[in-house]
């Protein structure tokens, strides 16, 4: 049988420490805006088809993303396309079905300066024009403003790979942070991790949301097998997620 142990803000469920201790950096005091389409909705854990519309969606939404990187203030602009839904959600998640899945399968990422930056984005007609191209083509869209809370390292955009955004609900932001912290050591120790930035959305700009984990492998087969087949994923990361009302909502993505 587990033990259970509060500290602070977080539960722990079994071993404490069993995992070692992520190794955080500062947060870059960024501000981002992530535009979360549901365009090809999917039954299946994998994006293995993809629609006529959606691949006019994207080469759309790559075109109006040129534009924005010219903007003063805007680092990067990056489009993701869906591949997996990983398993993770958890059972916090089955008690919220007010919530709906996020079964994004389209991404647009943008990176500025500050947070002030990206909040006065929303006005510009740039981002006005990407945003009507992507709810007129998408079933679900949302706007997700935020600022980065925490760094395990800087997410490398400018080669391909398998980018995750794990979209969390929780009952609590400090629990949110508290589990998704000590949870990193595992992805750390089990998958290689060495990079992430974890979004803390602005509360009029959530989408819902508590917070967003954002990092990138070189490979599906770095990460996918662990999620699959390790049981520790179970028992040490979801079992903790759960103790901690908070549910994971993960997608796997490539560059678009």
């Known amino acids: 049988m587990n033990t259970i142990v509060k500290?602070?803000?977080?539960?722990?469920?079994?071993?404490?420490?069993?995992?070692p201790k992520i190794e955080l950096i500062e947060p870059n005091g960024y501000g981002y805006i992530v535009l979360a389409l549901e365009v090809d909705h999917s039954r299946l854990p994998f994006f293995l088809v993809q629609s006529a519309s959606k691949t006019r969606l994207l080469e759309d939404l790559k075109r109006l993303a040129?534009?924005?990187?010219?903007?003063?203030?805007?680092?990067?602009?990056?489009?993701?396309?869906?591949?997996?839904?990983?398993?993770?959600?958890?059972?916090?998640?089955?008690?919220?079905?007010?919530?709906?899945?996020?079964?994004?399968?389209?991404?647009?990422?943008?990176?500025?300066?500050?947070?002030?930056?990206?909040r006065t984005l929303l006005a510009t007609p740039q981002f006005a024009a990407l945003e009507d191209q992507g709810r007129a083509g998408a079933k679900r869209a949302e706007v997700i403003v935020g600022q980065n809370a925490r760094r395990i390292g800087p997410v490398d955009h400018g080669r391909d790979g398998v980018f995750l955004f794990n979209y969390f609900l929780a009952e609590g932001r400090e629990q949110n942070l508290a589990v998704w912290e000590y949870t990193a050591g595992w992805f750390a120790d089990?998958?290689?991790?060495?990079?992430?930035?974890?979004?803390?959305?602005?509360?009029?700009?959530?989408?819902?949301?508590?917070?967003?984990?954002?990092?990138?492998?070189?490979?599906l087969a770095d990460v996918l097998p662990s999620l699959l087949f390790k049981p520790s994923f179970r028992s040490y990361v979801l079992a903790n997620f759960d103790a901690n009302h908070t549910a994971p909502m993960p997608v796997l993505y490539k560059l678009a």
């Not at 916090?92 to 002030?116: C, N, S």
């Not at 009029?204 to 490979?219: A, Y």
Request: with cysteine; charged share 25%; hydrophobic share 40%.
């Open 7 to 19: 500290t602070g803000a977080l539960t722990i469920v079994g071993e404490a420490g069993r995992f």
């Open 66 to 118: 040129d534009e924005l990187r010219g903007l003063v203030g805007v680092h990067k602009v990056v489009v993701f396309k869906a591949l997996v839904v990983p398993p993770g959600e958890g059972r916090y998640k089955q008690a919220r079905p007010d919530v709906a899945q996020a079964r994004f399968d389209v991404v647009v990422l943008i990176e500025t300066g500050t947070p002030e930056r990206a």
């Open 190 to 219: 089990q998958t290689g991790l060495d990079n992430s930035t974890l979004l803390l959305p602005d509360a009029d700009h959530s989408g819902g949301l508590t917070l967003i984990n954002h990092c990138r492998w070189d490979r």
